[in-house]
């Protein structure tokens, strides 16, 4: 039994490609730990990750469409799944560390907010030092999380959260950007196709897009299906990046003007469309209302004494509540602070 973590790092060490992370190499954590007897750290930071309560609450947050009743439709949960799913596929064939892929994938998202973008920006608007979901990931696993005392992730997790986001930037960022190991590489490039492919199919679903108005470059040359197109970006993303021996994680420059376009196509059709942009801003004042009001109430947040007493401290405890509710959590508070409550007969 005490020898099992070895001779999975020995395995590991054997099998994987030069380029791959190696848990038995990891930088380690920022508090030292007694190892695992029978799981590398990778796979120890990964099972923290989907034990943890933030990673139970992404089931009921929106990915593009609000609190959908559709059970269809993706949530941030179902998005995070098919990141991990997409990421694994690569990493296995490029015999990267699947296991810290998988890590990265599942911990990705931890920070967003409820309704998705929309939250994100009513929140960066309000709060002071400004919001963003990735810094709010990262403040998820090393603080929030374990009632304050955060999860103690491996270094090599931690920066692969860091540096997820592709928000409108590059695609295939460089220089600081980008994460330091091929397997953060390859979970930035799987949440690409990921989103781009499945907000599509979601806004077909949810008759925001109609067939006929699918880029004919997208149909033709990427695929007729959701599952060719996804098929089409993963064998490119290998290729692509076993052509260069996987000095980093890339996709051909075709494909990267693809999905820039795509994306492109997304905002303007999906994203920014009236009608699903009517609920954004709905959202936007929930978040906002309780916000303000929680900065006036700490204690309503579980605040303890002498807890929230500057204007920071306040912001910081409203912003970490707010941005950890789920949807209809947001609403149900929203309900019970603003509305008045039908009188219940006794
Ligand atoms: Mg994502």
Redesign the pocket.
């Given at each position: 039994m005490d020898r099992i973590r070895e001779e999975l790092e020995k395995l590991e060490e054997e099998n994987l490609h030069p380029r791959a992370a190696r848990s038995g190499s990891s930088k380690g954590r920022k508090k030292d730990e007694t190892p695992c007897r029978v799981r590398t750290c990778y796979q120890r930071d990964r099972d923290r990750i989907l034990h943890c309560k933030a990673f139970r609450r992404l089931k009921h947050k929106t990915q593009v469409f609000l609190a959908p009743q559709g059970d269809h439709y993706r949530t941030?949960l179902t998005?995070?799944l098919e990141?991990s799913q997409i990421a694994r596929t690569i990493s296995r064939a490029l015999r990267l560390n699947e296991d810290l892929t998988e890590a990265i994938a599942l911990g990705?998202?931890l920070g967003?907010t409820p309704f998705g973008h929309a939250g994100e920006e009513a929140l960066d608007g309000i709060v002071e030092k400004g919001f963003s979901h990735v810094a709010q990931s990262l403040r998820v696993v090393e603080v929030l999380e374990k009632g304050g005392q955060g999860l103690n992730l491996s270094l090599e997790v931690l920066d692969g959260i860091r540096k997820?986001?592709k928000g409108l930037g590059e695609i295939v960022p460089t220089g600081e950007d980008r994460a330091l190991t091929v397997e953060g590489q390859v979970v930035r490039l799987a949440?690409i196709v990921?989103?781009i492919n499945h907000d599509i199919d979601d806004a077909l679903r949810a008759g925001v897009l109609l067939d006929e108005e699918l880029p004919a470059d997208l149909t033709e040359d990427v695929g007729e299906t959701h599952a060719e197109r996804i098929g089409c970006m993963v064998r490119d993303i290998i290729e692509s990046t076993r052509g260069g021996n996987l000095e980093r994680a890339v996709m051909s420059d075709g494909l990267v003007q693809k999905c820039r376009d795509l994306r492109g196509f997304l905002f303007e059709k999906v994203y920014y469309n009236p009608q699903t942009h009517r609920e954004f801003l709905k959202a936007s004042k929930i978040l906002r209302d309780l916000f303000e009001h929680y900065m006036e109430h700490p204690g309503e947040m579980g605040a303890t004494e002498g807890e929230g007493r500057t204007r920071e401290e306040r912001e910081r405890l409203a912003c970490d509540f707010i941005a950890g509710m789920t949807d209809r959590f947001a609403t149900m508070m929203f309900e019970k602070t603003f509305l008045p409550q039908p009188w219940k007969i006794l």
């Open positions: 941030r998005h995070t990141v990705h998202d967003h997820h986001s949440d990921a989103y």
